[in-house]
């Protein structure tokens, strides 16, 4: 069993080519935003689950006890330099028998801007937020918005050698809930595209609090796919379509 899964993993990973933060739908690494942009023109459409361990601490809580959840999300890169997403993550809460469901629901925009773009001799850098337009709504963070708000300037700079090519980023970030405040400061990673399968890249990244790992992958060109270990051993995965408009 163990080597039948191997080898579809193996399978998976020879088909990969994506540079995705997935979970919101927009360009990035896992947990870790980049200076990374889409193409212009380019859509997307997914959702991701989400280990009850990447979610904010204190957020998606029934009784005392943090669920998994899973988020869907719609973004579009209208111009090389901007991109834009809009995310739903789903809540559980009782309905009116009692049981406990998936019916309600986070609900927030996100925005990247890539002023300077990658050079020889310097690295892209991208400014971003993530439910941005909460705080300028009043909306309380210790109600239910304001999660996943956050502030970023990220860098990346891509390197060629005759293994492959490296990709390494780098980013502050500020988030307001108090239960993601573990992921605020200085945060980064490595990407690992090697030169005998260029759709393949690998990722490792240091999200502030722990240390992930993951692969990203695209499927018949259009189909997405992300799976993650947070810390080495919690898995999240997301999938979405892929297209471009223009």
């Known amino acids: 069993m163990k080597k039948i899964t191997f080898l579809i993993i193996l399978l998976i990973v020879s ?10 739908g927009m360009s990035g690494l896992i947990h870790v935003p980049s200076a990374e942009m889409d193409s212009a023109g380019d859509a997307r459409l997914g959702g991701h689950f989400l280990n009850k361990r990447f979610t904010p601490a204190g957020s998606f809580i029934h009784e005392g006890v943090p669920y998994h959840t899973f988020d869907c999300y719609i973004s579009i890169t209208p111009f090389r330099w901007i991109e834009l997403g809009y995310t739903t993550t789903m ?7 009692g049981e406990l469901r998936y019916n309600q629901k986070d609900r927030y925009f996100s925005v990247k801007l890539n002023p ?11 400014l971003g937020a ?17 999660y996943f708000r956050n502030y970023y300037i990220a860098a990346t700079k891509h390197l060629t050698s005759k293994i ?3 990709g390494m980023n780098i980013a502050y970030r500020h988030f307001f809930f108090d239960g993601s405040k573990k992921w605020n400061g200085t945060v980064g990673g490595i990407t690992f595209q090697p030169i005998f399968a260029r759709n393949m890249r690998i990722i490792t990244e240091w999200s502030g609090n722990e240390v992930n790992a993951g692969i990203d992958c695209t499927l018949w060109k259009h189909l997405l796919i992300q799976v ?6 919690y898995p999240s995965a997301g999938l979405c379509y892929k297209t471009n408009l223009f």
């Open 116 to 126: 300077l773009r990658e050079g020889r001799w310097f690295p892209a850098i991208a």
């Open 15 to 24: 088909l990969l080519h994506i540079s995705a933060q997935q979970y919101t």
């Open 130 to 146: 993530n439910d941005f337009i909460n705080s300028h709504f009043g909306i309380d963070d210790k109600g239910a918005s304001g």
């Open 91 to 97: 809540y559980k809460r009782p309905n009116k028998d």
């Open 164 to 166: 492959g090519i490296v």
């Open 228 to 233: 993650s270990l947070q810390s080495g051993k």
